[in-house]
């Protein structure tokens, strides 16, 4: 569990206690597979549409609730060095050209 500010309609930001839902794909007690999954979700999601969209903030709170901090670490580490071992990423980032990055007008 942790917390989570959300804007709300008004511009104001309210804070709330939240942690994952149930995942039917995962019911196992091992959730290293649900972890790898949200974070390739995530790094996808901000791959096709860009690092400043929001709905892809839904795959980060996940995989940082689920995922240990080392495991993050290294992953990033990887991604930033080019080496991430996944198959499934890498068909991705073939596949779909890398979205352009997202201006905020604020």
């Known amino acids: ?5 959300v804007e ?23 959730q290293g597979p649900k972890c790898t999954q949200y974070f390739i ?10 690092e400043g969209y929001k709905p892809c ?3 980060r709170h996940h995989y940082e609730h689920v995922c240990p901090a080392p495991w993050i670490e290294k992953w990033q ?3 930033d060095r080019g080496v ?3 198959k499934q990423l890498l068909k991705w980032q073939n596949k779909y050209p890398k979205a ?3 201006e905020d007008d604020e």
């Open 1 to 5: 569990m942790g917390m989570r500010e």
């Open 41 to 50: 979700d995530f790094q996808k999601c901000i791959w096709k549409k860009g």
């Open 77 to 79: 580490d990887q991604l």
């Open 8 to 30: 709300m309609p008004d511009g104001t930001v309210k804070k709330f206690i939240w942690s994952p839902k149930y995942d039917p794909r995962y019911p196992a007690f091992n």
């Open 57 to 59: 903030d839904w795959f």
């Open 84 to 86: 991430f071992p996944s």
């Open 100 to 102: 352009a990055p997202v």
